[in-house]
């Protein structure tokens, strides 16, 4: 089975000539490609062969990426925060080039630059990725009222962490959508701690959909540990959001490793730990698609399948080269003005005046 188009929104459920649902299927297979890429951007990690010195995986939260961007289409936005790796690849983008930006090799989509947590690409509609807390959520106001003022039918979708949901901007944003009626939809992806506080420690009320439905956005609660239900209430909001009329979802689930790639996680014990990582929505979904009649053997065979792709990308991204000294400052200037010239040369250069 080819892998999906990610681009076109269309998950709608439709029998396979096998009499399997093929919506299950698609879900399935790219709840396995997120959690299979992450696990080899860990692998990358450990080995030394990623940009920087942070690395947040979504292991745990796939189903929030895959059942809302299952209803994007081409010209929707959307915006990531420090844990999007799984965000844009359920939107369609190239495993090769994503772990080669992670690698910060020139063959990224940021050549480089962006590594981790800074991915964009305008071509899937990605405005950004970013490190700062709800730092990109203003993005999908402004993404919204161009939507609206073009008529473009677009949706606007924000992705962030139950962290930002302590950070004033978000409130202001959502007003902002709800007040001009944009066809935005905030999506909050509470995994059940931010760094190592845990959410009932940082926030009196932690049903944010509530507060949402107090700026007049559509509240909504899903279980992340659910891809099927994520993706069919997020098809009602999104649909709505191209209305004028923006929501909220919150998709709870549950973060199984720590903080960053470094992190141990001390502050939850291995009890916690195990319970937590019950909900998976890649076990799940398996599990229904068994109960079903899919064969075990057919999933091995995606999953499988899946492993070679995204092993292929790893070999991809530590072949390729990273990006010279003279790509330093592209995309930094505009085209028209001179580089920057190198400190030692300006000395040189007034010594011998």
């Not at 929104?9 to 299927?25: T, V």
């Not at 959909?209 to 899903?222: D, N, R, T, Y």
Request: hydrophobic share 40%.
């Amino acid at each position: 089975m080819e892998a999906p188009n990610r681009q076109d929104g269309d998950m709608a459920g439709r029998p396979d000539p096998a009499g399997h649902n093929q919506r299950s299927l698609d879900l399935f297979e790219t709840l396995v490609r997120v959690r299979t890429f992450e696990e080899r951007v860990g692998e990358l990690f450990v080995r030394g062969g990623t940009a920087g010195s942070m690395l947040h995986l979504s292991i745990g939260e796939e189903a929030a990426a895959v059942g809302v961007t299952a209803h994007m289409r081409q010209g929707d936005t959307f915006t990531t925060h420090h844990r999007g790796h799984g965000i844009f690849l359920a939107r369609g983008a190239d495993p090769n080039r994503m772990m080669a930006e992670i690698a910060g090799a020139e063959t990224g989509y940021c050549a480089g630059k962006g590594g981790s947590m800074h991915i964009a690409d305008m071509d899937l509609g990605h405005l950004g990725a970013n490190a700062i807390v709800g730092g990109g959520i203003p993005a999908v106001v402004g993404a919204g009222l161009s939507a609206r003022h073009f008529k473009t039918d677009a949706v606007s979708v924000a992705f962030f962490g139950d962290g930002a949901m302590q950070q004033g901007v978000l409130y202001e944003s959502m007003n902002m959508a709800a007040l001009w009626s944009l066809p935005c939809l905030f999506v909050c992806i509470n995994n059940q701690y931010g760094m190592g506080t845990r959410i009932d420690r940082a926030s009196a009320r932690t049903d944010f959909h509530v507060k949402a439905e107090a700026f007049g956005l559509a509240g909504s609660e899903v279980d992340g540990g659910d891809v099927e239900a994520v993706a069919d209430i997020a098809a009602e909001l999104v649909a709505h959001a191209r209305t004028g009329k923006p929501g909220f979802l919150l998709v709870n689930c549950y973060r199984f490793h720590g903080h960053a790639r470094k992190d141990k996680s001390p502050y939850r014990s291995s009890d916690e730990e195990q319970e937590g990582r019950q909900i998976d929505p890649i076990a799940t979904q398996r599990a229904r698609l068994m109960e079903s009649g899919m064969a075990a053997e057919a999933l091995d065979t995606i999953e499988e399948r899946i492993e070679k792709e995204m092993d292929a990308a790893m070999d991809f991204a530590t072949a390729s080269a990273q990006p010279g000294h003279d790509a330093l400052f592209t995309d930094v200037y505009g085209p028209d003005e001179p580089a920057p010239e190198a400190v030692d040369k300006r000395i040189a250069e007034v010594l011998a005046e």
